[in-house]
């Protein structure tokens, strides 16, 4: 703490070059650390830190101290004039009295610990401590705003200590070195010094000894800012400075704080001011404009954090409380708060205004009922509310008249608003983005509060200015990040959670750091034979362009597995497709074919992660042993195939790389962590699927996208298979339809006798018409649905025709096409089969 050379005497001292102070003060700077007592106190009013240099300066231990009244344990007698003395008579408790009001100090220590003031205050006030023993000290108080409890920071000093120590030239430290000092951690009460004052470069050079955090530089910098405004500084942080003003025992002129105090009446009221203040006017000018400016500075660096829309609303409204107003709420354009697009037009009174957020000062829960979040509301014409959002200005109301704040509560139905906002002064400002008004903040004012001003308007403006700059960065950000979900899921199938012979459950994870859309799909195809094509696939990359790919990818395999093609084939064919969309993306694929009636898996890889299978009989998982491939898109590299037994029950598990493998991790480990949480027994399909993601999905680190599928292999007996061999005899076509009415009898579906018998004759004739050599087959398979399959040697598909009222063929299709649930028809390695499918009946 530095003092400069005061040569004005204090009221009520001779002046002159003759006259004697009643205390001596030093001629020169004097530096050093000075022991501090810090108290923090909580939103009770209680104490909860009492460091050591309390209990040394007023004599009571921690213990005795924590969770007591801080206003009992600092009890304040009086405050010092500006000397620090009495009045010269030795009867000092008069004098405190005496100078009180006319010192001019401000709010005392009291109002701080009773939190009365929300703002920065310092002074000098005499302290009864040690039952009657008195101390003389410098004090400072500054609000804590935050979640937290503590809710006052509480720094003091003792000022006769200053003064015995000025003979020495620097105030001395605890011998031990523990008391609290002017630098404590990050917390710096600064330094008053004269406009006069001619040792700024010496003290520049010394403050680095003081302030060890500080280089030269930053030195003569806060020293030139000291000389010229004339008032300390508390710094909390390198870029967070707090100036206050507190008269804490260097003598200034009472003469000269009236002058300023004019000079302050006058700017306020919009006066001309007096030849003899303008400098002073422009003192004030000059500090308030500057602490604007550091504050839309901090205001610019607290908002913007992130682009998640909803954190960034709630940034905007803490940003402004309490600093500069007691209540913020902010509405936004509904177009605004769903993440659409750009909102068109000027708003009119049928746009509703959503209440996004809402900070105040006020005791906690009082605005809740009357105004919650969340609300949407349209305004009227003749609030200033639509004022403020169709001129896109802001609107300042000194204070709310009684009739104003009627008008205004009667847009809330039958909350009575009025209590909150009656008297209060308050400022609308647009948040606007390209010349559109996205929305609005309301800033109100308690008022003891000084009232909003034009400087106020100004300062609203530029805040909401960059308020809606960020507003908008993360609305488009919402927009597109909507856009992309959307686009991904148009590109995922639904996959029905029962096939023939199988259950099964799918997840989908998008990207955690490189965006929601990516190259990774999963999906299952109906094959003939009440066989299922299962598929996993992962497009290198991310963006549009991958998900672009990723589409055009499931699209081939889809046709591709429409056509039966083996596992290997299929794979071959969808490398050449790749190869001619280009050389910019590289696939992986896992292509399986799960015969439910023969029991086996029929797979092949293309540079895929092996499958898992879990054996139903012991729960044992293991990673299916294939040949790897190379990936898709690479050109010129045979595919092999595989075929593995599998049980009823057994399940098969298939993912992308993104859930097993982590940046700086071996892939072993996630494929080892895979085998046991797909092990582990579930209730459903679903839930084990929720396993698995929680093993894997939630590790540090992953960032890719991620598909999972897993099926249950549940099978279909022989005894829910019926298989017939017929010739190649017109007469066969009635032994088919005998054969289906007796088996589905059998099988106890009775209804679906005629219309399968039908059916069925209409396929046996065509392949008995159409066969070359081999017998015609005919299957009957009870799974969900009752399927009919029918073979032949013969290579053309048929086709569904009109047939006209002279035409003697081309009905039978149409007769399949209008009775069966489903059918088709596909090439065989032999020939062709025709099925179709009959809804089950209801039992």
Same mark, same amino acid.
């Given at each position: ?742 088996? #589905? ?12 018998? #039908? ?85």
């Amino acid at each position: 703490m530095d003092h400069g050379t005061e040569r004005d005497a204090p009221p009520g001292h001779p002046a002159g070059p003759d006259a004697v102070p009643a205390d001596p003060v030093p001629v020169g700077p004097v530096a050093g650390r000075v022991p501090l007592a810090v108290v923090v106190v909580d939103r009770d009013g209680l104490v909860s830190h009492w460091s050591r240099g309390a209990r040394r300066l007023f004599a009571l231990p921690k213990e005795e101290a924590i969770g007591r009244p801080a206003a009992d344990l600092l009890p304040v007698s009086g405050v010092l004039p500006e000397d620090g003395t009495g009045n010269g008579t030795g009867d000092e408790d008069t004098a405190y009295g005496s100078y009180a009001a006319h010192d001019g100090l401000g709010p005392g220590l009291e109002s701080s610990l009773d939190g009365r003031l929300s703002y920065p205050a310092a002074g000098r006030a005499r302290l009864t401590v040690r039952a009657d023993d008195r101390i003389d000290v410098l004090w400072w108080a500054y609000p804590l705003v935050g979640p937290g409890r503590e809710r006052l920071l509480v720094l003091a000093a003792d000022a006769d200590g200053l003064r015995r120590d000025h003979a020495d030239g620097l105030p001395r430290d605890d011998a031990d070195g523990s008391a609290g000092a002017a630098v404590v951690e990050r917390i710096a009460p600064g330094f008053a010094l004269h406009t006069d004052f001619p040792g700024a470069g010496e003290l520049a050079r010394r403050l680095p000894e003081i302030l060890p955090s500080t280089s030269v530089g930053e030195s003569a910098r806060i020293v030139a800012q000291v000389l010229e405004l004339g008032y300390p500084v508390l710094e909390f942080s390198r870029h967070d400075r707090v100036p206050v003003t507190p008269d804490w025992g260097v003598p200034r002129r009472v003469e000269r704080r009236a002058r300023r105090e004019r000079a302050a009446r006058a700017l306020a009221a919009g006066e001309p001011v007096p030849d003899e203040l303008r400098d002073e006017a422009e003192d004030l000018e000059y500090a308030a404009v500057r602490e604007r400016l550091e504050f839309l500075n901090e205001v610019s660096g607290a908002i913007g954090t992130s682009l998640d829309l909803s954190r960034t609303i709630v940034e905007v409204s803490r940003a402004v409380v309490p600093r500069f107003t007691d209540v913020a709420g902010t509405y936004l354009r509904e177009q605004v708060v769903a993440g659409e697009g750009f909102p068109d037009g000027v708003p009119d009174t049928t746009t509703m205004w959503h209440r996004v957020a809402l900070e105040h000062t006020d005791e906690p829960g009082r605005w809740d009922d009357v105004v919650p979040v969340g609300e949407a509301m349209p305004f009227p014409a003749h609030t200033p509310f639509f004022q403020c959002m169709t001129s896109g200005e802001p609107v300042l109301v000194p204070r709310i008249t009684e009739e104003m704040g009627h008008a205004i509560a009667s847009q809330f139905e039958k909350r009575d608003i009025r209590p909150l906002i009656t008297g209060r002064s308050m400022l609308l400002v647009p948040l606007k983005a390209r010349q559109v008004v996205l929305g609005f903040m309301i800033l109100l004012r308690h008022p003891e509060r000084p009232v909003f001003n034009d400087m106020d308007r100004v300062t609203g403006a530029e805040l909401a200015a960059r308020a809606g700059l960020v507003l908008d960065n993360a609305r488009m950000y919402t927009h597109q990040e909507n856009v992309a979900e959307t686009l991904q899921d148009s590109m995922l199938p639904h996959i029905p959670a029962r096939m023939a012979g199988c259950d099964i459950a799918t997840r989908y994870l998008p990207g955690t750091l490189l965006g929601r859309v990516g190259g990774d799909w999963f999906d299952a195809v109906k094959l003939p034979g009440a066989r299922t094509a299962l598929v996993v696939g992962d497009v290198m990359g991310h963006g549009l362009g991958s998900a672009a790919m990723m589409g055009q990818l499931r699209t081939a395999v889809q046709t591709m597995a429409g056509l039966d093609l083996p596992p290997a084939q299929l794979l071959r064919n969808l490398d050449d497709l790749a190869q001619r969309l280009g050389d910019t993306h590289l696939a992986t694929c896992l292509y399986a074919v799960y015969d439910p009636i023969a029991g086996e898996l029929h797979l092949a890889n293309a540079g895929h992660i092996p499958p898992v299978l879990v054996r139903a009989e012991d729960g044992a998982s293991e990673l299916i042993d294939l040949p790897t491939g190379a990936p898709i898109g690479v050109g010129g590299v045979p595919f092999e195939a595989v075929r593995v037994p599998v049980a009823p029950g057994d399940r098969l598990v298939m993912c992308t790389d993104g859930l097993v493998e982590v940046r700086g991790e071996d892939i072993g480990v996630g494929l080892a962590t895979l085998c046991e949480s797909a092990a582990h027994p579930a209730a459903s399909m679903d839930d084990a699927c929720d396993t698995i993601i929680r093993a894997l999905g939630t590790r540090g680190g992953r960032k890719d996208d991620v598909a999972l599928l897993m099926a249950r292999l549940t099978g279909i007996g022989p005894d829910a298979v019926a298989e017939w061999r017929l010739a190649r005899d017109p007469a066969e076509v009635g032994r088919a339809r005998a054969a289906v009415r007796e088996q #589905l009898h059998d099988w106890g579906l009775p209804k679906l006798a005629d219309p399968a018998a #039908l059916l069925v004759s209409e396929l046996v004739t065509n392949a008995v018409r159409h066969s070359r050599a081999r017998p015609v087959a005919l299957r009957l398979v009870r799974a969900d649905t009752l399927l009919c399959e029918v073979d032949d040697d013969d290579h053309d598909l048929p086709n569904l025709k009109s047939a006209g009222p002279e035409d003697e063929t081309g009905r039978g299709l149409r007769v399949v096409s209008t009775l069966a649930r489903e059918w088709g028809a596909s090439r065989t390695s032999t020939g062709k089969t025709v099925w179709f499918e009959l809804t089950l009946p209801r039992r």
